[in-house]
């Protein structure tokens, strides 16, 4: 398979190019994101999605792709399109809202969080992959990794924890002064080896308003009252 990401900046979107080899066989899980196609009439066939996938997608239809052939799709302003491959053995753990495509080979396992875990990141499932092949995941922003430590933990704000291995630990924590852990939003204290994949693209606006002319009295507000920078928009 090849996969083709256009340079255009982020702010006005962008739009990926995949082209499948002879009887290569790809799931496309946004059809609706497609807006150009090259190839056989037969090379697209699209189903309904099983029950818990569209739950977790809130999509009722995907596209079956079988090659040769190729497609444009398109990618909203902020988002970008990575692809990963995945090889036996694999142990990472991923949202699977997140999950753009996967190629034929790829299986799925779900892991249940814990009910605390659920209550608080409102995620219950997260998905782990198998088999062999590719993903493409959507994320906002750029994505980096970190190598874990067995002992020091890293934390993560958990708006941007994209991947984790499956056998690391994750306690829901904040960190710094009194202050610091007042106005933080949800952080994963996380150990382990392997490493995590983040991404950078959650904004709640909090930068722009700082940068406008924003209330003094309400910024002080979220400063200093527990939670200020979640309640007081």
Same mark, same amino acid.
């Given at each position: ?26 799931h496309m899980l946004h059809p609706g ?70 190629? #034929?080979? +790829?299986?799925?396992?779900? =892991?249940? &969080? ?6 608080? @990141? ?29 002992? #020091?933990? +890293?934390?993560?704000?958990? =708006?941007? &924890? ?6 690391? @630990? ?64």
């Amino acid at each position: 398979m090849e996969w083709q990401q256009s340079t255009h900046p982020t702010v006005s979107g962008q739009a990926v190019t995949l082209a499948l080899a002879d009887q290569e066989q790809l799931h496309m899980l946004h059809p609706g994101q497609i807006i150009a196609y090259e190839g056989p009439s037969s090379g697209r066939s699209d189903r309904l999605m099983d029950v818990k996938g569209m739950y977790r997608k809130r999509n009722l239809i995907r596209a079956d792709f079988t090659g040769p052939c190729r497609f444009v799709t398109s990618l909203p302003p902020g988002f970008n399109l990575i692809p990963i491959t995945i090889e036996p053995g694999s142990d990472l753990l991923y949202d699977f809202r997140h999950l753009f495509y996967y190629t #034929e080979g +790829i299986t799925m396992q779900t =892991r249940l &969080l814990k009910l605390k875990n659920i209550l608080i @990141t409102r995620d219950v499932v997260k998905v782990k992959f198998g088999g062999q092949g590719a993903i493409g995941l959507l994320t906002q922003g750029t994505v980096m990794e970190m190598k874990l430590h067995p002992s #020091e933990p +890293i934390y993560v704000d958990a =708006r941007s &924890l994209l991947a984790y291995p499956e056998n690391a @630990t994750l306690k829901l924590s904040v960190y710094g002064n009194h202050l610091a852990s007042q106005h933080m939003h949800y952080q994963w204290a996380i150990t382990g080896s392997g490493s995590i994949l983040l991404q950078s693209g959650h904004d709640n606006g909090e930068l722009e308003q700082h940068l406008n002319d924003d209330s003094l009295f309400r910024r002080i507000l979220r400063e200093v009252i527990p939670f200020g920078g979640i309640f007081i928009k």
